[in-house]
């Protein structure tokens, strides 16, 4: 038996698999597959204070291995969520995260005091680095002051453990890794999309409505570890990673890099059961390698 | 909704581009109601990515039939699968068309354009099951666009054919057909499937002559079971437009709900 529970200090999880923000729905959309309490917990899509109506389609493009997206946080708002959501979730043997997102960086504060209030979440995951609601793809998560502003101000509203997620549309992000521990993160999670485009030859046309958009999926996996594996050396939080995670190979090399915990994001779509199947996957590999805690693998890179 | 990853490809018949497959899928087929589609994955490596929609052409016992047409990568990955292999589908998916008690002894118009011809064999049934006597509209570019016209016809539906170059049928596009059928008889109801400017000048036929109607629109889709939030269109709904996802609230939305956008980019 392998013991593939880890613990992140505020937050103990049964296995190091989360269901990430923007692909996982609510949860709810993925009951008719599995039991949600089989995941060690799920990011639920991306709230703002108020319902948002999102960017304009197509929203989606296919590009090699990848997905290049500009949903623009559509979604319920947070009120709707505590409201008919997040009853059913709460009772849930599983950590329910809750992704947290303003327009500025008040809103992000009243989001998470909002939240605060309820019972059910085990965490925030502060999404200052989506790269599709602002002009040009801006967000806080590209400039480590932002970042350290914003961490701070949600710190003083809430007592639930905060998980900062930063952007890879940056030159240097241990920089702003620093800065969100710095301000008190408990944890951080990365990478959120890169931003990115795709053009239709015949009408020389962008072929996204919002014009830009983020790619995700095994496309960006490459950058995706590189960047965790800096941010792993550089913060004492724990790190959380994530970006084209398809397989349990892969899950295991963010967590060799550093990650005590990894989310998977598109390879749901592809497969909704696709967290099941890397669960299992890294109790197989763990067994054939005679690891007894899973936990063990988390920063053992050879260098 | 179920993921069936042993879906056995049990026969192929193809026209050119255009392919039917017959899969034994016996829990999708069980729950598969007309309009509803399946997601199913046409690659087992990343390239392409995402799994491609594809409607429900017919149910009946542990089968299910899809009707497709080559029109990318994905399709044509599809289109190279043999009998004997597995499909890994999704499926039921989305809201079907509605059948209405009051349509017994009506005529119903089914009017499918190209592809879009797929999910109105399975409508068809289901409408003349409910006592209903459904008109099919088939149209093409050509007569070799017509591929389901003989199964259509030995089904014993009423079918009337369009193609733009005049080689088979009506010469013109199939809302030209329509509009000079309409002049002969009215139909209670009117269903249709097919590319955006088709769907589009039959919502402008049915506004004026007060025709309900529903229609099955397509996007580009993610998941294909509601977690994207990439599929949506705009729709009308109690007073307000909204983006809704094709694939959860429709593919079939109401003529009153579809808000036509003349074009997606600006
Ligand atoms: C609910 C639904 C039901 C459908 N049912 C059928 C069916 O029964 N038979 C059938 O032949 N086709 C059907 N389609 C269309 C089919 O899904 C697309 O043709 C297919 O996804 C294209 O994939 P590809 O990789 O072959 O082509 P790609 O290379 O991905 O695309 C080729 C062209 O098709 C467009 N396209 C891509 N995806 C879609 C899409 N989801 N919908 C519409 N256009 C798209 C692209 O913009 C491009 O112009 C359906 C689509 C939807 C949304
Ligand atoms: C359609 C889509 C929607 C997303 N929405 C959100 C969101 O609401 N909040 C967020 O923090 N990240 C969002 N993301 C980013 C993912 O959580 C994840 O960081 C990214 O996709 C990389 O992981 P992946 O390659 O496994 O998908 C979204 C990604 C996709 C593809
Ligand atoms: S395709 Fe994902 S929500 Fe509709």
């Known amino acids: 038996m392998v013991d593939l529970s880890v613990d992140l200090g505020f937050l103990k999880l049964k296995n190091p698999v989360l269901a990430a923000s923007g692909t996982f729905g609510y949860g709810l959309e993925f009951k008719p597959f599995y039991d949600l309490e089989l995941l060690g917990g799920f990011v639920v899509k991306g709230l703002y204070l108020k319902p948002r109506e999102g960017n304009r389609p197509p929203r989606l493009v296919e590009t090699p291995s990848g997905l290049i997206n500009s949903i623009g946080l559509q979604g319920i708002g947070v009120e709707a969520f505590c409201r008919e959501i997040l009853p059913e979730l709460a009772g849930l043997k599983t950590a329910v995260i809750v992704n947290v997102c303003g327009e500025e960086e008040d809103e992000y504060a009243r989001v998470a005091e909002y939240l605060s209030r309820h019972r059910g979440i085990a965490a925030l995951e502060l999404n200052i680095s989506c790269p599709n609601v602002r002009e040009g793809g801006r967000c806080p998560a590209q400039s480590p002051e932002a970042t350290h502003r914003t961490v701070k101000k949600v710190k003083q509203v809430t007592s639930l453990p905060l998980i900062t997620k930063l952007s890879p549309n940056v030159t240097d992000i241990t920089a702003v ?99 099941l199947k890397i669960i299992r996957g890294l109790e197989t590999w763990a067994e054939k390698h005679g690891i007894k805690k899973i936990s063990e693998v988390t920063g053992s890179l050879q260098l | 909704m179920v993921i069936d990853r042993q879906a056995r490809l049990v026969e192929v018949e193809s026209w050119g581009d255009y392919f039917l497959f017959t899969l034994d899928s016996p829990e999708i087929a069980a729950q598969a109601r007309p309009g509803q589609f399946l997601m199913i994955r046409v690659s087992e490596t990343t390239q392409p990515l995402l799994r491609r929609p594809i409607s429900l052409h017919n149910a009946e016992g542990n089968r299910l039939q899809i009707f497709f047409q080559v029109a990318g990568e994905g399709t044509r990955l599809l289109s190279l699968k043999k009998t004997g292999q597995c499909l890994d589908l999704i499926g039921p998916l989305g809201k079907g068309f509605n059948v209405r008690p009051e349509f017994r002894d009506r005529e119903i118009y ?157």
Not at chain 1, 180 to 201: C, K, R
Not at chain 2, 146 to 167: I, K, Q
Not at chain 2, 178 to 183: A, C, F, G
């Open chain 1, 177 to 275: 890794a620093l800065a969100a521990e710095e301000a008190g993160t408990e944890a951080i999670s990365l990478i959120n999309t890169l931003l990115a485009m795709a053009i239709d030859l015949e009408t020389r046309k962008p072929r996204l409505g919002n014009i830009m958009g983020g790619l995700s999926g095994p496309a960006i996996k490459p950058i995706a570890l590189r960047m965790v594996f800096q941010v792993a050396r550089a913060v004492k939080v724990p790190v959380i990673g994530m970006g084209g995670i398809f397989s349990a190979e892969d899950a295991l090399e963010f967590m060799m890099a550093g990650a005590a915990a990894v989310q998977v994001g598109t390879a749901n779509f592809v497969d909704p059961d696709a967290c």
């Open chain 2, 110 to 266: 089914c009017v499918g354009g190209g592809r879009g011809i797929a999910p109105l064999y399975y409508l068809g049934k289901e409408l003349r099951a409910a006592g209903a006597r459904p008109v099919i509209f088939y149209g093409g570019r050509r007569a070799g666009d017509l591929p389901l016209r003989n199964r259509l016809e030995s089904a014993g539906f009423e079918v009337l054919v369009s193609t733009d170059d005049g080689s088979a049928g009506f010469p013109g596009f199939v809302t030209s057909l329509v509009e000079e059928e309409l002049k002969k008889r009215k139909p209670a109801f009117l269903y249709a499937c097919g590319p955006d400017p088709m769907m589009e000048k039959l919502a402008e036929t049915c506004r004026r002559e007060n025709l309900p109607a529903e229609f099955s629109l397509e996007s580009i889709m993610g998941c294909g079971f509601g977690a994207c939030w990439g599929c949506v269109k705009k729709i009308r709904m109690d007073g307000q437009e909204k983006y809704l996802k094709v694939c959860q609230d429709g593919p079939v939305f109401s003529l009153e709900e579809i808000v036509w956008q003349e074009k997606e980019h600006g």
